[in-house]
């Protein structure tokens, strides 16, 4: 995960990329960040395959990705939801632009 940068106060600025899991766990997945000891912010963030990031948390140098899709075909749209336990993501790419130190 390269360093695409650094702030003015000198923290780093990382580009995550990280592959789905096979079997998706309900409440989201870990991304660790090796570059960084700390995580101060989350600046960008997007999958593929027509999914969304429903939430993001982070802590030291983890970041937890919540996967949310709409149900279209759902009699009546709403809002999204998280993709239900044992999806398999592993087709995905999460990329995250994440700053810290």
Same mark, same amino acid.
């Given at each position: 995960?390269?360093? !695409? $940068?650094?702030?003015?106060? /000198?923290?780093?600025?990382?580009?995550?990329?990280?592959? @789905?899991?096979? %079997?998706?766990?309900?409440? @989201?997945?870990?991304? !660790?960040?090796? *570059?960084? *000891?700390?995580?101060?912010?989350?600046?960008? %963030? %997007?999958?593929?395959? /027509?999914? !969304?990031?429903? $939430?993001?948390?982070?802590?030291?140098?983890?970041?937890?990705?919540?996967?949310?899709?709409?149900?279209?075909?759902?009699?009546?749209?709403?809002?999204?939801? *998280?993709?239900?336990? @044992?999806?398999?993501?592993?087709?995905?790419?999460?990329?995250?632009?994440?700053? @810290?130190?």
């Amino acid at each position: 995960m390269p360093v !695409i $940068g650094l702030t003015a106060d /000198g923290r780093k600025i990382v580009l995550a990329t990280a592959t @789905g899991p096979s %079997s998706y766990t309900a409440g @989201g997945f870990n991304i !660790i960040v090796p *570059e960084l *000891e700390h995580i101060h912010a989350v600046i960008y %963030s %997007s999958i593929t395959g /027509g999914y !969304i990031i429903g $939430g993001i948390t982070f802590s030291d140098n983890t970041v937890r990705v919540v996967v949310h899709y709409y149900n279209y075909p759902a009699a009546a749209a709403g809002p999204s939801i *998280e993709v239900p336990a @044992g999806t398999d993501l592993s087709g995905q790419t999460v990329t995250l632009i994440v700053i @810290g130190v």
